[in-house]
């Protein structure tokens, strides 16, 4: 069964940058789609950005558009979402989850999270 295992997050300043890990074990990571979810305190889960198997396509939810950048090294099975110009309201848990075709809120495979706090 795929294991995926975030790292990366800690406390940043406003404007400034993160790099998230997601990795992958148990299983081969470019089988999968992987989507990047957040929920913030109090808030619902909300989907960040997804990338394809190839990670020739992605996508990315309004709010990160130009700051997040997702990619993926299949080769070490993992993906990397890239965090720049933070701002306080992008605190939260970010999960990496997996799915076999597409991202959405039923992905197969997540998991347990990494928190990111943008604060001064």
């Known amino acids: 069964q795929l294991q995926l295992v975030e790292s990366g997050g800690g406390l940043v300043q406003p404007g400034g940058s993160l790099r998230l890990s997601c990795a992958a074990s148990?299983?081969?990571?470019?089988?999968?789609?992987i989507g990047w979810f957040r929920q913030a305190p109090g808030k619902e889960r909300e989907g960040v950005s997804c990338?394809?198997?190839?990670?020739?396509?992605?996508n990315y939810q309004d709010s990160v558009k130009g700051r997040f950048t997702i990619t993926r090294d299949n080769a070490k099975n993992t993906v990397y979402p890239q965090m720049n110009s933070l701002k306080p309201e992008d605190t939260a848990i970010y999960y990496c989850?997996?799915?076999?075709?597409?991202?959405?809120?039923?992905?197969?495979?997540w998991g347990k999270g990494t928190l990111v706090t943008v604060s001064s």
């Open positions: 989850a997996a799915a076999y075709l597409f991202c959405s809120d039923s992905m197969k495979y």
């Open positions: 148990g299983g081969t990571l470019e089988s999968y789609t």
């Open positions: 990338i394809n198997t190839s990670g020739r396509g992605t």
